[in-house]
């Protein structure tokens, strides 16, 4: 390509995301594409550090009420555990997302390759992406997914709890009170939390190889229909395809 991919056409075919695991021995990667106009998201985290690649159009998140953007061959970082959602575009958009465990990958250095295979290559398969991320493998993954209830003396952690309610008897407050505080702090109510935590719970349980029915059951969703639902509204495509290979290159 030159400094922008020949056929920006394809941002607007196959709309909505696709999801690409390498084998497991680079399990601590995983890629996705989104392409289209409807691409909102409602808040979500990742238990992974987010890097958004903008092929073509314009890609903007929302994080603690800042919109962030950007345009072709720029990238959004969005650390692992940060809660955040996307707006709908008005013009077609086409991404690349790579989700990276926690520290474990030079994110610049890797931007850096992304625009150099944007502007110089007219496709880059799946493999290739995911060759050009472990190139850029840096460091060891932070041993456990992040919280971001767990900064100290916040008084707000619902680890372990067994509610909301739970939690706030914990922290000596009123479920109220608890709820506001939590709002406030996070951007989120704590029974959202509890639900965005056990969906990162079920996917990876689905990326480690479980089936969907028992991913929606240790994660604590009522059946696979149950965890189909929520799973699609967060993160853009239900569980089955999620698991599906896509059947293009990304760019």
């Given amino acids: 390509m030159n400094d922008a991919p020949a056929d920006r056409s394809t941002a607007s075919r196959q709309e909505g995301w696709s999801y690409w695991r390498p084998p497991p021995a680079r399990a601590s990667l995983e890629l996705g594409t989104v392409r289209g106009r409807q691409v909102a998201l409602p808040p979500h985290f990742h238990d992974e550090d987010q890097l958004t690649f903008v092929v073509a159009g314009r890609r903007r998140v929302v994080i603690a009420g800042v919109v962030h953007a950007a345009g072709a061959g720029q990238a959004l970082h969005i650390p692992a555990g940060t809660v955040h959602r996307s707006l709908a575009e008005d013009a077609d958009v086409l991404c690349v997302n790579m989700y990276l465990a926690p520290g474990e990958y030079a994110v610049r250095a890797l931007v850096a390759e992304l625009t150099r295979a944007w502007r110089h290559r007219s496709g880059l398969p799946w493999k290739a992406l995911g060759a050009i991320a472990e190139s850029h493998r840096s460091g060891e993954a932070s041993a456990r997914p992040p919280d971001l209830t767990a900064g100290a003396g916040t ?36 029974a959202t939390y509890r639900l965005l935590r056990r969906l990162n719970d079920a996917r990876q349980r689905l990326k480690s190889g479980e089936a969907i029915a028992a991913a929606a059951h240790v994660a604590g969703f009522a059946d696979q229909s149950h965890l189909s639902r929520y799973f699609k509204r967060h993160f853009g495509v239900a569980p089955g395809r999620y698991l599906q290979p896509p059947t293009s290159h990304p760019f």
């Fill in 155 to 190: 008084g707000l952690s619902i680890l372990g709890a067994a509610s909301v309610q739970a939690a706030a008897s914990e922290a000596g407050v009123s479920r109220e009170h608890f709820s506001r505080q939590f709002h406030a702090r996070y951007g989120i109510p704590p």
